[in-house]
């Protein structure tokens, strides 16, 4: 057997070898590591701050542990939900519902929770609401431009309030301009703290801000005595953490699973009617698009280019001349150069040299011993003046013509 | 890497399984993650193709017009099987349009270890060199899934010559010269004749040609036999400026002028006249000279065919002087250039007298036969217009040639299919009336 040994001579291939490909990446591959690196470092040390924000579970300085255990500790039973579903069954008359971040929820999930609680007898508190989810969850209630949050009194009858006193407040304000609502602890004339009757005798509490309910300012002025009272009202607390990977965060009306909602409401979209069986097979085609695509995109070797020679046509230069005249109705220019040529072909027939061609009295009688008697005005036709107008000068060419015919054929 | 239409028809079809049996990701992922192991398998099995091996043989010049063979011999040096699809990569104008695409592309299959040969047909349609691009190979696994693709750079050269179709008007021409020649000896002594040979005298010889002499120390009576003058000098001068460029139908006047240089030069080298060529438009763009007659013609189809106009204006001062190098002897110049009035009027008429003194010269030029179609134009206004102006641009070439004409320049003036023949009958003219 003989082995193929190295060949004789060197490679002719132009595609770049695996080492070129290291060679030419390398760098962007280094730039990239350490972006990588950057980002993981930066996320590391930078990111304990807010982790956790308002989790029962956390201990960290703006986790809300230290509430959850209070509570806990007064007898009241305390659960966390992250998804939407969850958060609404367990709305009720002996429960609590705390919303930490309503902000966070898409206008579906806000209708259906406005739904939900809408009914009950149980109280609703809302941390932070801004004026779009404002709108949905408390229609009526206005929410405007935040305040800080600094230590604030009362300044109210609500019971809980008064038996708090300061509390550091702030943040978003609300106005329940001709509601049944109790206004509380006011930064700049508008409360920071809402109670809102609900006409079912439930209660809607918005807070303007969750500043003391974090672990770091629970334990100054009235902080833990506020959140106490607020939170410890009904026997059950459901704590409803949104998250991402709620369902009904990601889809439509109908894909969230409340099929009763839907068919109660009578609304559901076209995909929502489509079997799900065609939807995967789509995808699958697509899938199989962006196959062909990449089949089809592929070219067998480059484009192969070529200089190509000027195309200029040598008769361009005349073409641009006739085309001028005609613009300028150069009739004279053209008459001449006509009459000029016809003149120089027939004193050729005729036996006149080329020289004398142009003179009338030499040409004049040469022509007409050829053709006999002339037919009309000779003169006038071979050196008249210029035609007037354009149909003078077609037929000046046509009898121009018939004359060079005639000594032709004579 | 690539991919085939069977991935993508594989990939359609896997929609059924996922669309009826597992609507879900899980049945998404059932029907790719196969589809795409089959894929980098197929990829892993593909014959390479940087260790392909290629050599070229074949053609090296060709007619324009005619076909040229080229071949491509791979060997696959690898121990798998190579199926391939082959592009072997030519300008655009090495084939007729519309045909680049079936021409360049072969179907191949190399054993392993083995060497297949492939024939790429060219047909140019320009004359010059054309130079091969790379080679590309799509090489299939063995699924057909995927591929590996690759180039590479195999050089070849195929040099397109001047089509050169005035030949046909070559043996006519031949035939006048033999005429004019000493093989039809001719007894009459004239300008343009020299003395060919003695021979005996047989009744109905002119006894004008009796050499006394030579009669007197031989006992028969011997008769002079003349030929036309050999050995006698022409040189071709080719303008390669801008008024070259200018297109007649699909040529430029510079290809017409070329087939006419071809023509004169291969008439002359049977005449045993010395051919020099020069092209000119404000260098010397290429030159043959002091050549033997024997291949003198392929010297000038040579140096022909990479010449393209130039889009410049011709220094005919330099082009002289250039001329008068090349011609150290008493010569006939052939220029052939433009008759439009600028360039000849400003550019060559003053410097014509350093050639005419010397040198007899003939200038031929390639009138448009577009322009004599336009003068005869009748009917409308603007058909009208256009004869004006048509008939205006002869009178101005007519016009330009007698101007040459008075410093004893011959002028030929033809269309391009009758501008050889027209130019092959002057130098015969001439050569019959000894101007040479």
Not at chain 1, 31 to 53: C, E, K, N, P, W
Not at chain 1, 285 to 297: E, G, S
Request: hydrophobic letters at 40%.
């Amino acid at each position: 057997m003989t082995a193929v040994t190295t060949p004789s001579s060197p490679s002719t291939s132009t595609s770049v070898t695996p080492h070129q490909v290291w060679l030419r990446t390398r760098g962007l591959l280094l730039a990239v590591l350490l972006l990588v690196v950057a980002a993981i470092a930066l996320a590391a040390t930078r990111s304990g701050d807010q982790h956790g924000r308002l989790d029962p579970r956390s201990a960290g300085p703006y986790g809300s542990r230290a509430i959850a255990e209070l509570l806990k500790d007064h007898g009241i039973s305390f659960r966390v939900v992250t998804t939407l579903r969850d958060a609404t069954t367990a709305a009720g008359s002996d429960t609590t519902l705390l919303v930490t971040t309503p902000n966070l929820l898409t206008p579906h999930q806000q209708n259906t929770l406005r739904t939900a609680t809408s009914g009950t007898v149980g109280r609703t508190v809302l941390l932070g609401a801004d004026p779009t989810s404002v709108s949905r969850l408390a229609p009526g209630v206005q929410a405007k431009p935040p305040a800080s949050v600094v230590t604030r009194p009362p300044a109210c009858l609500l019971p809980a309030a008064r038996r708090a006193g300061s509390v550091e407040t702030g943040g978003v304000r609300y106005d329940a301009n001709g509601l049944d609502a109790i206004a509380c602890y006011p930064a700049a004339g508008l409360p920071s703290v809402l109670l809102l009757r609900q006409p079912a005798g439930g209660d809607t509490v918005l807070l303007g801000s969750a500043d003391f309910l974090y672990n770091e300012r629970l334990d100054r002025q009235g902080n833990a005595s506020l959140a106490l009272q607020l939170l410890g009202s009904r026997p059950h607390l459901t704590w409803y953490l949104p998250s991402l990977t709620d369902p009904s965060a990601t889809g439509g009306p109908a894909d969230d699973g409340n099929a009763d909602n839907n068919t109660a409401n009578g609304e559901s979209s076209f995909i929502g009617l489509i079997p799900s069986g065609w939807l995967w097979g789509t995808q699958q085609l697509a899938v199989a698009a962006v196959l062909a695509a990449v089949w089809r995109a592929r070219r067998l070797g480059p484009l192969v280019t070529e200089r190509l020679p000027v195309a200029i046509r040598a008769s361009e230069s005349t073409e641009g001349r006739a085309r001028l005249s005609r613009k300028a109705n150069a009739r004279d220019r053209a008459a001449a150069s006509l009459r000029h040529a016809t003149r120089t072909r027939m004193a050729s027939l005729v036996g006149v040299s080329p020289r004398e061609a142009h003179l009338p009295a030499v040409l004049l009688p040469a022509l007409s011993a050829r053709i006999g008697p002339a037919p009309g005005d000779l003169d006038v036709l071979l050196f008249g003046p210029a035609p007037a107008e354009d149909s003078a000068l077609v037929l000046l060419a046509d009898r121009l013509d018939s004359l060079e015919r005639e000594v032709r054929t004579s | 890497m690539a991919l085939t239409g069977r991935t993508a028809l594989l990939a359609a079809l896997g929609s059924l399984p996922v669309g009826i049996v597992a609507p879900s990701w899980t049945g998404m992922l059932a029907v790719n993650a196969p589809l795409s192991l089959a894929i980098l398998c197929d990829y892993a099995l593909a014959a390479p193709v940087r260790s392909l091996q290629f050599t070229r043989s074949g053609d090296t010049t060709v007619r324009l017009g005619d076909q040229a063979e080229v071949q491509l011999s791979v060997v696959n040096p690898s121990r798998r099987r190579l199926r391939a699809h082959l592009r072997d990569a030519w300008p655009p104008s090495s084939w007729l349009p519309g045909t680049e695409h079936a021409s360049s592309r072969h179907e191949l299959t190399v054993p392993p270890g083995e060497r297949r040969r492939l024939s790429t047909v060219l047909r140019p349609t320009r004359r010059g060199d054309r130079k091969a691009e790379q080679v590309t190979v799509r090489s299939y696994g063995p699924l057909g899934l995927a591929a590996r693709q690759g180039s590479h750079r195999v050089p070849w050269t195929v040099r397109v010559l001047p089509p050169f179709t005035s030949r046909k008007h070559l043996p006519s021409r031949l035939a006048r010269l033999r005429e004019l020649d000493g093989r039809t000896s001719l007894l009459t002594r004239g300008e343009g004749t020299e003395f060919d040979s003695l021979r005996a005298y047989v009744p109905g010889d002119d006894v004008r040609s009796i050499d006394w002499r030579a009669t007197a120390r031989q006992s028969a009576v011997a008769v002079r036999t003349w030929r036309p003058e050999r050995d006698r000098h022409v040189l071709v001068v080719l303008d390669t400026g801008r008024t070259s460029a200018g297109r007649l139908g699909d040529v430029p006047r510079l290809d017409a002028a070329m087939d006419a240089t071809l023509l004169l030069t291969a008439l002359a080298a049977r005449a045993g006249d010395r051919v020099g060529l020069l092209a000119y438009s404000r260098r010397v763009r290429a030159r043959v000279q002091g050549r033997a007659t024997g291949e003198v013609l392929a010297a000038v189809v040579d140096a022909l065919t990479p010449l393209e106009p130039e889009l410049v204006e011709t220094d005919a001062r330099g082009l002289v002087a250039a001329a008068l190098a090349h011609a150290p002897r008493r010569s006939l110049i052939v220029l052939l250039t433009s008759l439009d009035a600028a360039p000849v009027e400003e550019g060559l008429l003053p410097v014509l007298p350093q050639l005419t003194q010397r040198h007899t010269v003939l200038l031929a030029a390639v009138s448009d036969p577009q322009v004599a179609g336009m003068a005869d134009a009748r009917g409308t206004v603007d058909a009208i217009y256009e004869a004006a102006a048509g008939a205006e641009a002869e009178a101005q070439r007519r016009r330009t040639a007698d101007k040459l004409k008075r410093y004893g320049v011959v002028v030929v003036d033809a269309p391009p299919d009758t501008l050889a023949p027209a130019l092959a009958d002057a130098y015969l003219a001439l050569k019959a009336a000894g101007r040479l």
